[in-house]
């Protein structure tokens, strides 16, 4: 029973402002945005570290990390993010970045572990559509874990 009720979770996603941006306007609408289309969603707040975002992250049990960054930091902070997942023995997290992001960054951050970018004005349905490919791949293989596990 308690496997059913785990495999009808949705997917929990954790939206969190690393570094000393203070501005959360874009990563509210983010988080209710996927809360509105059925997502498990963890806000942060502002000026989060990263130490503090990955062990929320492990506690909360999420199979995705959103960051907002508008600070223009968006490289150094994402790579941290990936590699202390990694660290922490949970590299199969997917981190996503949003913010202001030049173009010609996007690249750089998909480079540093980020496994999607949504630069200021993506569509909100896009970026629905692209966090549940991300999480569904997760939830997939955790439930083939699952099933491995018990038999």
Same mark, same amino acid.
């Given at each position: ?84 997942? %990694?660290?922490?023995? +949970? *590299?199969?997290? @997917? &981190?996503?970045?949003? !913010? $202001?992001?030049?173009?010609?960054? #996007?690249? %750089?951050?998909?480079? +540093? *572990?980020?496994? @999607? &970018?949504?630069?200021? !004005? $993506?569509?909100?349905?896009?970026? #629905? ?9 997760? &939830? ?12």
């Amino acid at each position: 029973m308690a496997q059913e009720a785990s495999r009808a979770r949705p997917a929990r996603v954790l939206v969190a402002k690393p570094g000393l941006d203070g501005h959360d306007r874009g990563a509210k609408i983010v988080a209710r945005t996927l809360r509105d289309a059925g997502f498990e969603v963890i806000y942060t707040g502002i000026r989060q570290r990263i130490e503090d975002i990955v062990s929320i992250a492990l506690q909360e049990d999420v199979a995705l990390v959103g960051l907002s960054i508008l600070s223009g930091a968006h490289i150094a902070l994402t790579t941290r993010t990936v590699e202390a997942l %990694k660290a922490a023995d +949970a *590299g199969d997290i @997917a &981190v996503v970045v949003g !913010g $202001t992001i030049p173009q010609a960054d #996007v690249p %750089k951050l998909l480079s +540093a *572990g980020a496994a @999607a &970018v949504f630069p200021t !004005g $993506t569509p909100l349905d896009v970026l #629905v559509q692209e966090v549940r490919k991300l999480t569904s791949k997760r &939830v997939t293989d955790l439930r083939a874990g699952e099933v491995g596990a018990g038999e």
